[in-house]
């Protein structure tokens, strides 16, 4: 049996591929609605998590794979697009489903305002969303992460404004229904959430039918019609997109680079980058000095 992680952790250890922002962790503040912390993480098989009295006003919100959330006792099923909001209110359990593991979102708020601001936007403590077109949220959740880890003096500034902006799209998304003309576009959707997740680990296209529960065939006409690259190009240029990033650190070699988005071989790393960005990684690196 999984051992889960206790309610007074900050975050979990059964996770792999984590990005994390840290802006303040007492949650003491007396402001309106601030950022404490939050982040991104690939859940392993046997996530677990459970809490009671949690010290902040968190959402957690599903990109990719299943499980459960169980809130007050009431069981929710969690899928990509899932969104739920707790507090100190909410007895909580999240667990997921071994066979599909969730790739999720995280963001744990404080402030004199936090939990008037939540309900404002359509969130209730114990209470879960099904957002329409969650990729537009996703794209927030990483401009949040990104620049709260930048440490910079504007950083706490900076996510509060984004804060705001994640929530006002929270709440114009979870008004919204699909329609049936809209079902293929949200298939997309979620689909690319998944590869865009799960860039570095996935290789080939059985690996990515196999992880968004749908057919090569479907998927390709998918991708064709609404990207206008096939499923493997798109996971191609996801993954020298997060090698451009790694790179961009001047003490990561290529080869490490190349292993840490799926390349055993550096020098297929090489050519297929080159072929994305029309410079080999080392120029790239290189030109990054004269910036």
Request: net charge positive.
């Amino acid at each position: 049996m999984p051992r889960p992680t206790p309610s007074d952790a900050v975050l979990s250890t059964q996770v792999s591929g984590s990005r994390y922002f840290f802006l303040g962790l007492t949650g003491t503040s007396k402001a309106g609605v601030l950022p404490a912390y939050g982040g991104f993480e690939q859940c392993d098989p046997d996530y677990v998590v459970q809490r009671e009295h949690f010290a902040f006003c968190s959402l957690e919100f599903v990109v990719a794979g299943e499980g459960t959330a169980q809130l007050n006792g009431t069981t929710h099923p969690l899928r990509a697009g899932s969104l739920f909001h707790y507090d100190q209110t909410t007895r909580l359990e999240i667990r997921t489903d071994p066979a599909s593991p969730m790739a999720k979102y995280f963001l744990c708020l404080t402030g004199a305002r936090a939990r008037a601001r939540l309900r404002a936007a359509g969130l209730r403590p114990a209470g879960l969303v099904q957002l329409a077109m969650f990729t537009e949220v996703q794209r927030l959740w990483d401009d949040l992460i990104r620049e709260g880890g930048h440490h910079r003096p504007t950083a706490g500034r900076l996510c509060a404004a984004l804060t705001e902006v994640l929530l006002l799209k929270i709440e114009e998304l979870a008004g919204l229904s699909v329609s049936p003309g809209q079902a293929a576009e949200e298939s997309f959707l979620r689909c690319k959430s998944v590869i865009e997740t799960q860039a570095a680990t996935l290789g080939t296209l059985a690996d990515i039918t196999r992880a968004v529960g749908v057919g090569p065939t479907r998927l390709s006409r998918l991708f064709r019609r609404y990207q206008g690259l096939s499923p493997y190009q798109f996971l191609l240029h996801r993954k020298m997109t997060l090698a451009a990033e790694l790179l961009m650190n001047p003490a990561t070699l290529v080869k490490e680079a190349a292993a840490q988005v799926g390349f055993a071989d550096p020098y297929h790393f090489s050519r297929c980058f080159k072929q994305v960005h029309r410079v080999a990684p080392k120029d790239f690196q290189r030109s990054l000095k004269h910036v």
